[in-house]
């Protein structure tokens, strides 16, 4: 049940990898000079694991879970002794870097093997099946013969 990955989810799996490798670099001893630019990019790649949490829903709503995990990211490192920007620990930095760096490198290798398999079938991706997403009017029952399912159900 593969059903692609949103642009949005790519873009964050490539702003996790690079600010991830940034933060491994500042660990090494680049310092601020990489720790800032990382820290930009890895805020934005959790606002956009955030906004693909939402499945259905208006823009604000997608842009309101992303930035409130993104703040919860934040709080948990300062938590645990991160944020060697804000006078943490460069090595708690570089730890968490290393591992969003993985994650986003696993998510584009995925995404890279999935249009190679669809492009490698020479068809037309399948189509949407028809349990996905709204039904359409005609799938509905009628507004009287709705089935609750409580203790009343028939």
Known sequence: MDRGTTP???SGALAALVGGALWLLAWAGL??????????????????VGAGLVDRGAAPLRLVVGVC???????????VGGLAGAGGSEAVDGVVGAVAAVLG??????????????????????????????????????????????????
């Open 8 to 10: 949005a989810a790519v």
């Open 31 to 48: 310092g601020p000079f990489a720790w800032w630019p990382g820290a930009v990019l890895l805020g934005l790649a959790a606002v956009a």
């Open 69 to 79: 995990l993104a703040v919860l990211c934040v709080a948990l490192l300062a938590v």
């Open 105 to 154: 490198a696993l998510l584009l290798a995925r995404e890279v093997r999935r249009r190679r398999r669809d492009d490698s079938s020479g068809g037309d991706p399948e189509p949407p099946t028809q349990g996905r997403g709204r039904p359409n009017r005609a799938a509905r029952p009628a507004p009287g013969r709705r089935r609750t399912g409580g203790a009343h159900a028939g």
